[in-house]
């Protein structure tokens, strides 16, 4: 079965640092790959999509960034972060093809910018 | 206008009570139709979806489409306070597009 793991899970950091939040997928072989954004009572914002190693598209213009240097690995990162950029990190997947369009979710990371 | 529209709540219901959960959208390409459940601090859970028009049952859970109004909804039967959560809606049309369009979800608390 498929199994998507997010890490840290909680993380504080000061205005200015920099940012890596890292997501991996087992079970599947070239799922496209997702990083949302949930601001408290907020719906999902997309920040970047995946189809394929080194493939990324940013939804939103901001200081994030997004890297994918194995198949079924998705980082998001800041070089320095905002106050505005605290909220809850979603990595997330889904089948490659034609269908549903489902996605499949990680556990969050919850990141508060001081 | 938002794609997606989705009353956010809360909306509290005592416990064995039927819930009806609902979306609108304005785009008539939509085909896909999805549920998701989120509790609190963790990240949504694929509860359902469905082609086209029509039903969908899972347990306790039903899922309804009527693509002429443009309207979805999700119905919980016998209601437990364990299905206390947000309940996003999500939808995207056939083809290409790798990204679904998400509600901002509803809060559903279900009270013993």
């Known amino acids: 079965s498929q199994t998507i793991h997010q890490w840290p899970a909680t993380l504080v950091q000061p205005v200015g640092s920099p940012l890596s939040l890292e997501c991996t997928v087992e079970?599947?072989?070239?799922?496209?790959l997702y990083w949302y954004r949930q601001a408290a009572g907020r719906g999902l914002q997309l920040l970047f999509y995946?189809?394929?190693?080194?493939?990324i598209s940013s939804e939103v213009p901001q200081n994030l960034s997004a890297s994918r240097p194995q198949d079924r690995q998705f980082i998001l990162s800041s070089k320095k972060l905002l106050l505005s950029d605290s909220g809850f990190y979603l990595c997330a997947w889904g089948n490659r093809g034609f269908g549903a369009g489902e996605l499949f979710f990680g556990e969050g990371s919850r990141l508060t910018v001081l | 206008q938002k794609e997606v529209e989705q009353d956010p709540g809360p909306l509290s219901v005592p416990e064995g009570a039927i819930v009806s959960l609902n979306c609108t959208y304005s785009n008539s390409a939509f085909q896909y139709f999805m549920w998701y459940r989120q509790y609190s601090r963790k990240g949504p859970e694929l509860l359902m979806y469905t082609y086209s028009s029509g039903n969908k049952e899972d347990g306790r859970f039903t899922a309804q489409v009527d693509k002429s109004s443009k309207y979805i909804s999700l119905f919980i039967r016998d209601s437990q306070p364990s299905d206390s959560a947000t309940y996003l809606c999500a939808m995207k049309p056939s083809g290409g597009s790798y990204i679904p369009t998400f509600g901002r979800g509803t809060s559903l608390i279900v009270h013993p």
């Open positions: 079970g599947t072989s070239n799922p496209n």
């Open positions: 995946s189809v394929g190693i080194g493939q």
